[in-house]
């Protein structure tokens, strides 16, 4: 029984990559690279920012 469910879920996994690979396009994979970079790039971006604001609350406070 759990050998006919392996073969079923590989079967249903395999199907789905087959069909969806044959509409990504090597333009999908380029836009989808750069919104990653840009995505962790503002993300960094705020965390330092953020950091830098919570430093000068701090100082402030200490005053």
């Known amino acids: 029984m759990t050998n006919n469910l ?23 994979i380029i836009k989808t690279i750069i919104m990653a970079v840009l995505g962790a790039v503002v993300s960094y971006i705020v965390s330092l920012v953020l950091k830098r604001i919570h430093q000068v609350f701090r ?5």
Do not use: Q
């Open 6 to 28: 392996s073969h079923l879920k590989f079967s249903i996994i395999g199907g789905t990559i087959s069909s969806t690979w044959i509409h990504i396009t090597s333009d999908d």
């Open 59 to 63: 100082m402030r406070n200490k005053k």
